[in-house]
C-alpha cells in the first residue's frame, strides 16, 4: 500500500484565479494519476502522470486547464487554471504502487469551491 | 470502451443484516480487474476488496464477499453483519490490463446506509 497526503484539504477561490494541488506519497511510484468527483458525482479520470515523461489527458481535459508536473517519483501537482464554478469538485491524487497490475490508492481528496 | 453500471443509487440495510450491491460491466478484454471501493463522508477512498478476471474463485475479505459471474460480466458485493461504519458511498471499479493501458473506471456509486 502507499500514503499519500495532498494539500490543500479544501480551498475556496475567486473565478479567473488558480490553484495548485499537491500530492505526496511515502514510496517511490512510477504511475500517479488525478481524479475529479464533481459534487454527488463519481470518479472521472483527468490525467496520468508518469515520472520522466509529460502527463497524458483524459477526454474532455486538456493541458492549458489542468496543467500538471511530476518531479520526481513521490510528488506531483495539478493546477486548476482559470477557475470558474464549474470546477467546484473535488480532486483526488491516487498512486499505483504495483505498476498497473492491481489497485490503486487515493489521497484525502481537496474540496475545490469557486465562487 | 469500458462501462461500468451501478443501477442501485441508494440501498439501506439494518444493523448486522446482510446487504448486496449490484455492479455490472460492458468489456470485450479478457484480462482484467474488478474493485469496491468505499467512499465514507470523510471523502477518503478506501478499498474494500478485488477480484482479478482470470480467478474463476470469488474474493473475501473478513465480512465482504463478491459474487463475480465473468460471462454475465456482473460483480456484486455482499456485506454481512452490517455494522454502522459500513454506511458510505460504494463504488465499483474496473481496470483494463496494464497492456491495455490500465485505466480505472468507476460505476455511479450506491449510498449505503445502516440502520441502528
Known amino acids: 500500500s502507499a500514503v499519500i497526503s495532498q494539500k490543500p484539504s479544501r480551498d475556496i477561490c475567486q473565478r479567473g484565479t488558480s490553484l495548485t494541488i499537491q500530492c505526496q506519497v511515502d514510496?517511490?511510484?512510477?504511475?500517479m494519476f488525478w481524479y475529479r468527483q464533481q459534487p454527488g458525482q463519481s470518479l472521472t479520470l483527468i490525467a496520468t502522470a508518469n515520472q520522466g515523461s509529460e502527463a497524458t489527458y483524459e477526454s474532455g481535459f486538456v493541458i492549458d486547464k489542468f496543467p500538471i508536473s511530476r518531479p520526481n517519483l513521490t510528488f506531483s501537482t495539478l493546477t486548476v487554471s482559470n477557475m470558474s464554478p464549474e470546477d467546484s469538485s473535488i480532486y483526488l491524487c491516487s498512486v499505483d504502487p504495483t505498476g498497473g497490475a492491481y489497485e490503486q490508492y487515493f489521497g484525502p481528496g481537496t474540496r475545490l469551491t469557486v465562487t | 470502451a469500458q462501462t461500468v453500471t451501478q443501477s442501485q443509487p441508494e440501498m439501506s440495510v439494518q444493523e448486522a443484516e446482510t446487504v448486496t450491491l449490484s455492479c455490472t460491466y460492458d468489456?470485450?478484454?479478457?484480462?482484467?480487474?474488478l474493485f469496491w471501493y468505499k467512499q465514507p463522508p470523510s471523502r477518503q477512498m478506501i478499498l474494500v476488496i478485488r477480484?482479478?478476471?482470470?480467478?474463476?474463485q470469488n474474493a473475501t475479505e473478513n465480512r465482504f464477499s463478491v459474487n463475480f459471474q465473468k460471462a454475465a460480466k456482473s460483480f456484486s458485493l455482499k456485506i454481512s453483519d452490517s455494522q454502522l461504519g459500513d454506511a458510505a458511498m460504494y463504488f465499483c471499479a474496473y481496470r483494463s490490463a496494464p497492456w491495455f493501458g490500465g485505466k480505472l473506471i468507476f460505476g455511479q456509486g450506491t449510498e449505503l446506509s445502516v440502520k441502528p
Open positions: 468489456t470485450s478484454e479478457s484480462d482484467y480487474y
Open positions: 477480484q482479478e478476471a482470470y480467478k474463476q
Open positions: 514510496s517511490q511510484v512510477t504511475m
